[in-house]
């Protein structure tokens, strides 16, 4: 399975971003899958996941502002972001691991996407 991450860009607090996560094969309608995302200087961290059948789980940080959603017919996850604040400035992975379960440790997913920057300034 390959992931490919968009979406990212420069916005301004308050603006909406929105990630899309595109894989190759079937397989991945049966997977769980994650957003993750790395500050300069900071550990790799937890944002939302959704599992096979669309079970949601949002970090603190991001709940009621970000939403995980899939579309299976695209092959597609996205991380819908809204009210985005300067603290949620990082490079924003998605990952994907294989028993279709929420997972929020990183390292329990077996694929992931190449990173994408979303800059939010104050």
């Known amino acids: 399975v390959q992931l490919q991450a968009s979406g990212g860009g420069l916005v301004q607090a308050g603006d909406s971003l929105r990630l899309s996560c595109a894989a190759s094969?079937?397989?991945?309608?049966?997977?769980?899958t994650g957003w993750f995302r790395q500050a300069p200087g900071k550990e790799r961290e937890f944002v939302a996941a959704?599992?096979?059948?669309?079970?949601?789980y949002h970090a603190d940080p991001v709940k009621g502002r970000f939403t995980i959603s899939r579309n299976n017919a695209k092959n597609t996850v996205y991380l819908q972001m809204n009210s985005l604040k300067p603290e949620d400035t990082a490079v924003y992975y998605c990952?994907?691991?294989?028993?279709?379960?929420?997972?929020?440790?990183?390292?329990?997913?077996?694929?992931w996407g190449q990173g994408t920057q979303v800059t939010v300034s104050a």
């Open positions: 959704i599992s096979w059948s669309g079970v949601t």
């Open positions: 094969g079937r397989a991945f309608r049966s997977y769980g």
């Open positions: 990952a994907a691991e294989t028993r279709g379960m929420i997972v929020t440790r990183d390292s329990e997913y077996d694929y």
